[in-house]
């Protein structure tokens, strides 16, 4: 398992478009990733509903997870949609 502290960075926060583009990666085959608030419980981010429903806002860390196949690069590629 990879896990990595992120900053959202965009300025109208973690919105549908981003969201989207992270359900994708997590949909990957054999790929578990969930996010969530620093020391809060992390929701699949599998589901566009349960990324968009944290309402996460520009300026907040947030911790990412990614267990699976090729996770380092995964969670890589996570970190530059949410930075």
Request: no cysteine; glycine share 10%.
């Amino acid at each position: 398992m990879a896990t990595t502290e992120v900053l959202i960075g965009n300025v109208e926060g973690l919105h549908a478009r981003p969201a989207a583009e992270l359900v994708r990666i997590a949909s990957n085959a054999g790929l578990e990733v969930k996010l969530g608030r620093v020391n809060q419980a992390l929701v699949p981010a599998n589901s566009i509903l349960a990324i968009l429903g944290l309402g996460l806002r520009s300026g907040e860390r947030i911790t990412v997870t990614v267990t699976g196949p090729d996770e380092a690069a995964r969670l890589a590629e996570i970190v530059s949609i949410l930075a």
